[in-house]
């Protein structure tokens, strides 16, 4: 009989388990979007609504990340990528922890957005596209990175001076210039109810 490589994973508690235990069933929501598009304002206001109901979340947002785990990483396209990976695997446990995990990074690119859904599993990997265009994220800009794109000062900015590729099939989009913070949440708890088992 082949030895078990890694004997600790049959020991511990199994996601199942951790599941009944806090009777909802773990899933990341992964917003995708332009900077500025609304990604981190909607994702709070879906914790705040879920929490009401008694769910459990964890935003994971890009700009906390980059403080911590991932502050080794710059912007090239490999830094970008491996980004996405790390944050991918990170969501993974959350979401076998029974943890519904709200994760907001731009993941410009089709490749990208894939990677972290088959590292998360399909099944447990549900995509919200926030698709508010561009001239009205660049109104939004609070730290000025459109100008600053615009003039040159940051290379591979997305949506400006490197591509950012919509989404072939988003479970939810939502234009944050045209709908409402509530209607926004509302839209997203629709399509995630059925998919996280409360008591």
Do not use: H
């Amino acid at each position: 009989m082949e030895k078990e490589i890694y004997p600790i994973f049959s020991k511990m508690q199994t996601r199942e388990e951790k599941e009944e235990l806090l009777g909802q069933k773990g899933i990341t929501i992964w917003f995708t979007g332009l900077s500025g598009s609304g990604k981190s304002t909607v994702a709070i206001a879906l914790e705040q609504a879920l929490s009401r109901e008694g769910v459990l979340c964890r935003i994971i947002d890009g700009d906390n990340v980059r403080c911590g785990l991932n502050s080794d990483l710059g912007f090239s396209p490999e830094d970008r990528k491996e980004n996405i990976r790390r944050i991918a695997e990170v969501c993974r446990l959350f979401t076998m922890t029974g943890i519904v995990t709200l994760a907001t990074f731009i993941s410009p690119t089709e490749e990208i957005r894939e990677m972290a859904r088959t590292i998360i599993g399909k099944d447990d990997f549900m995509e919200v596209f926030i698709s508010t265009p561009v001239g009205e994220c660049e109104k939004r800009d609070v730290k000025g990175l459109y100008a600053k794109a615009r003039k040159g000062e940051i290379k591979e900015f997305t949506g400006i001076s490197a591509p950012f590729e919509r989404p072939a099939a988003p479970d939810v989009e939502i234009d944050t210039s045209t709908v409402s913070l509530e209607e926004s949440v509302a839209k997203i708890l629709e399509a995630a109810g059925p998919r996280i088992r409360k008591r």
